[in-house]
């Protein structure tokens, strides 16, 4: 095997290997080749050292730099936490409008808000808070329960018609087809849908008007504004949570769907509540 | 080119019968009898190189005979040279060198919101200063711009003048030359350092290796310290350097810049450009018949003789060259130009000026090395062959009177003017052209508009429809603004800023400050009963009233189908 001898052809001795017959020339491998390979060698072992390397029976070792993935992760998130610290404790002592009105606090709790918008709310409300039928849009400026900053703060602290939370917003109005007549229903259907601009039946408004009158303006008022201590949705304006037209508002005087979210204070804590409010109060309909 | 070329002529070395190689080639001429003077000519031609030093010296990085990759390399000990090209390689260094040296220190007045650094890459503000041209990272196309006037530049000067850029600008050149400098002053020119590096390690020899790294570490550390200064205010970066209190990055810079130079400059030198540099394969493919390149004119130098008295006394012809081997010396490439045109020469021209001493001292006229295009050496050797049909004879070459003849081809500048030559000037300044332009008629103010997706719009209680906008004004001048942003179009559209307390309306002013972007959250609202259509497009337009700068973006305002 071991059978060292001069190739002929090129003067160079072989490695002594031979396989068939076809033996390997002994080129000793460039300098450059050689140092970088030794450098290499001693560079991991200086290496296996320095950081966690050898594994142990239940471990590793740890080096003598007591260097950790997980410790350098920890850091970070203690230093991302230590930068955001001041903006906190700022959202922490201030109201809302307070935090609305100052451009780097209110820029902080719109980033932070948004995050936790994408996280708890999208659900209902839709990842650009356009809502859908049932789940109001977030971003126009009808507001049942009130859209300033801090009416915004109470909605998401209790919820709405949220049975465990005692301060919930609460309002609920009743199912007029036990109350009134079908024909009185499709009359001030008609009267609401005409109040903005939608005429279907024009001969019903006037009888409608008077059912109005007579079972509606307790809640949304002589001029069918509506009334935002009570939850109660202007019926005038453009926008319409279960649909517009008479067959829609029919079935809502029959049969009202009332909507519910929960209370998020208890969940989210307050500082969270209030990024959030500020949030949604930016997104262009707040009052 | 008919008949001969230097590098494949097989018609002559077949029927010569001798060896590839010129020089090795045109030496058989003697043994031919080729080539036999007229005894009035041999008196003309008797050399007297009795003045002429003649040098051990032989070509240790030619490919013929340089060591297998695992064997150490052979040292080369340039020698000392003077003359023209050595005073413009002088020049040359002085004026790189103090250009990298130098420019950080400029001060450039901009006013009081930017730096007043004449040359400065701010990569943390991301801005880019170059005497009075400031560009943002999106205007990064004009240093593309000039990467490819670079790159046309090369081709310019590569298929004219040769590889002059590897010869006298290369940094690695640069560097060497400099490094060649401190070494000659410390330990003497090409014989004493030869006879030093042979030498035992004497207490001198520890004190002069010592002193001499010593100091190329600090051109590397002064090297590398350069660098990092364009990328910082110098003035404070230097003292934060010197205190320890600059950052990590510019150490790391500086110690990484500091190895490489001293590596590179002192310690690899010809291997770097031999092994590690592309540049010298492409520039080769640059090079055709009219390119200036450094070249041994065997027509007038061969047959070359160590003893041309004894030659021409036995009636032999004899060139020029008297092997005295002053161009291998010299060369800090270790080769032998007389080899032919060669990867390893970067044409740096020192053994022209090495070559026209020996010349000058023998009475002959300069330029038997000489910079010469390709076809003006082919026609010389078809000359001085007869054609092709004989080796070297340099009486077909000279005059009865020891003069060149009328037919020895020279160089003249109108040669290297050729169609490839005016093409790529005519391509180089184009761009350059069209890169002034664009930098004179370039916008320093913008305006962009990144339309809300979702929602695409918003009814509100009243019916009418409203659209977001991320409205982002570029600033782009070192001075606060104050902008007026308009909107055109979109009847009866009127805009409102978030967190900013202007009165909705179809224009508003906002100061912007020096040098930044302003970002805005635009809201564009539109009654019920002026929309038209579900897609309709109208202008934001941003003035600046005191330079009368604008810029204009055409944006998009979508309503439902149906409009309620």
Redesign the interface.
Known sequence: MSDEHLDEISGISTTGHEWDGIRELN????????ITFYITIVWAIGYTIAYPAWPLLHSATKGVLGYSSRNEVRNELTAAEAAKGKYISAVESKSVSEIAAD?GL?EFAIAAGGAAFKVNCVQCH?????GSKGFP?L????WLWGGKAEQIQQTITHGIRFASDPDTRLSEMPAFGDIITADQIAQVSAYVASL?GKVQNAGLIEPGAKVFAENCVACHGANAKGNKELGAP?LT???WLYG?GEAAIAAQVRAPKQGVMPAWGARLGETKVKELAVYIH?L??GE | MPGLDLYSAPAIDLHQRASPRPAARLAHADSLGMGRLSPARVEMHVLDNTQVERLEAEAVNSAKVRQ?????RKKIFPKRTTGSFRRFKWLVMAITLGIYYLIPWLRWDRGPFAPDQAVLLDLVNRRFYFFFIEIWPQEFYYVAGLLIMAGVGLFLITSTVGRAWCGYTCPQTVWVDLFLVVERAIEGDRNARMKLDAGPWTARKLALRVSKHAIWLVIGAATGGAWVFYFADAPTLIGELFTGTAAPVAYITVAVLTATTYTFGGLMREQVCTYMCPWPRIQAAMLDESSLTVTYNDWRGEPRSRHAKKVQAAGQSVGDCVDCNACVAVCPMGIDIRDGQQLECITCALCIDACDGVMDKLGRERGLISYATLSDYNANMMLATAGGSSSVNPSLVRTADGLFSDKVAHFHIRKIFRPRTYVYMGMWSLIGLGLLYSLLTRDRLEVNVLH????QF??????SI?N?YTVKLLNMIPEPRTIVVTMQGLQGGEMSV??DDVKAGRSFAIPVEPDRLKML?V?VRQP?DQIHGAAQTFTFRVEDKSSFEADEYTATFNAPETA?
């Not at chain 1, 080129?27 to 050689?34: E, G, K, S, Y």
């Not at chain 1, 839709?126 to 356009?130: H, I, R």
């Not at chain 2, 297998?68 to 150490?72: D, L, N, Q, S, W």
């Not at chain 2, 809300?452 to 929602?455: C, E, Q, W």
């Open positions: 080129n000793p491998l460039p300098r450059w080749w050689v451009d209110r839709g990842s650009g808070a356009q849009n971003n126009d400026d009808d903005s202007d304006d453009a926008i517009s930016s262009g309909g | 297998p990759m695992y064997a150490a809300d997706r979702n929602p918003v009814t509100l209680s009243d019916g409203r977001g978030v967190g959250k809201f019920a309620r």
